[in-house]
Nanobody, 119 residues
Framework: QLQASGGGSVQAGGSLRLSCKSS????????MGWFRQAPGKERELVAA???????NYLDSVKGRFTISRDNGNKTVYLQMNNLKPEDTAVYYC???????????????WGRGTLVTVSS
């Protein structure tokens, strides 16, 4: 029900745009988020966007990443600029009825997409 795409390998300073397309009909009233998990590390919430368009970001990505949503296309995006090696991880999109938080992710998960940033 969630299909993520857009991962890849880039050098530090580069950009990638992740997309997550949903087949859920009530997408426009759902809250979205992007999580990531690096090898040997815990999963963390990178960015979240509410139904109303309010956004939250992990401190380490503020000013570099932008989450957005297109309700008409049932898609959420994560624009990632000025990527750093520490951004290397598998990124997962997440969707839920309540606001997506670190401790309360939504019930729907997309397959991960790998982002690799080399120095």
């Amino acid at each position: 029900q969630l299909q993520a795409s857009g991962g890849g390998s880039v050098q530090a300073g580069g950009s990638l745009r992740l997309s997550c397309k949903s087949s859920i009909t009530i997408f426009r009233i759902m809250n979205m988020g992007w999580f990531r998990q690096a090898p040997g590390k815990e999963r963390e919430l990178v960015a979240a966007i509410t139904v109303g368009g309010n956004t939250n970001y992990l401190d380490s990505v503020k000013g570099r990443f932008t989450i957005s949503r297109d309700n008409g296309n049932k898609t959420v995006y994560l624009q990632m600029n000025n990527l750093k090696p520490e951004d290397t991880a598998v990124y997962y999109c997440n969707l839920g009825a309540m606001q997506v938080t670190m401790n309360q992710p939504g019930v729907y998960w997309g397959r991960g997409t790998l982002v690799t940033v080399s120095s």
